[in-house]
């Protein structure tokens, strides 16, 4: 697909979502597509905006969450595409469905919502769903980000806002070598993205990382 197809694309699938479709997501999708990837797996999907555009862009996706309930948005999404996605409820840290081994893993914005251990957890399981040579994409909110150091401090760099749900804000060598320890980092790059909310849209500044699983 030509960057000025892929825009008219885009924008039509933006319309169709009725907002702005995640520029990680557009990353990832280009970056796979020069790869040769075509069986995606995105952990911790949400509302499965991602996932039913990774679809429509002709991989073939399978996704999970927690939750039923997102898992069944997650098939309305997709339907709105026109597109299907595999999506089943799981725990996300570690699955007790035995996943096969995908081309690629896209993580978007999942990391920095856990504490070292379950992070630790989480890239393991990854690189246990990923065919040798498979590719992970995965985002975290950047120490630039303007929601850090908003709120008590329970870990360096990890704060908690009153909600009881802690955020880890990370630098890129910090990123480096967390998923160093399970993939060889090929490129960590600084993203901007806006996500709408209840309140309206909220900008947020991340890091994206793209690893290769070696051996």
């Not at 030509?2 to 009725?18: C, F, I, K, P």
Request: charged residues 25%; glycine residues 8%; proline residues 2%.
């Amino acid at each position: 697909m030509s960057d000025v197809d892929a825009t008219t694309e885009n924008e039509e699938l933006a319309r169709l979502l009725g907002g702005e479709l995640s520029e990680v997501a557009k990353f990832a999708a280009q970056l796979l597509e020069r790869t040769g990837a075509y069986s995606v797996l995105c952990p911790a999907c949400g509302s499965g905006e991602c996932s039913a555009f990774l679809a429509r862009r002709g991989f073939r996706v399978t996704a999970f969450d927690v939750s039923a309930h997102t898992c069944r948005r997650v098939t309305r999404t997709a339907g709105l595409l026109g597109v299907q996605v595999e999506s089943f409820s799981d725990d996300i840290i570690t699955p007790r469905r035995e996943l096969r081994q995908f081309d690629a893993i896209f993580s978007h914005n999942t990391l920095h919502q856990m504490r070292p251990s379950q992070r630790h957890a989480l890239l393991r399981s990854f690189y246990r769903a990923l065919r040798m040579g498979g590719i992970l994409v995965v985002s975290v909110l950047s120490m630039e980000d303007e929601r850090y150091g908003y709120g008590r401090e329970i870990e360096e760099d990890t704060f908690d806002s009153g909600s009881g749900d802690s955020i880890h804000f990370y630098s890129a060598p910090e990123l480096h070598t967390e998923l160093s320890e399970f993939f060889e980092v090929t490129q960590i790059e600084e993203m901007e993205e806006t996500h709408r909310t209840y309140g309206g849209k909220q900008h947020y500044h991340l890091l994206v990382a793209t690893g290769v699983k070696m051996d």
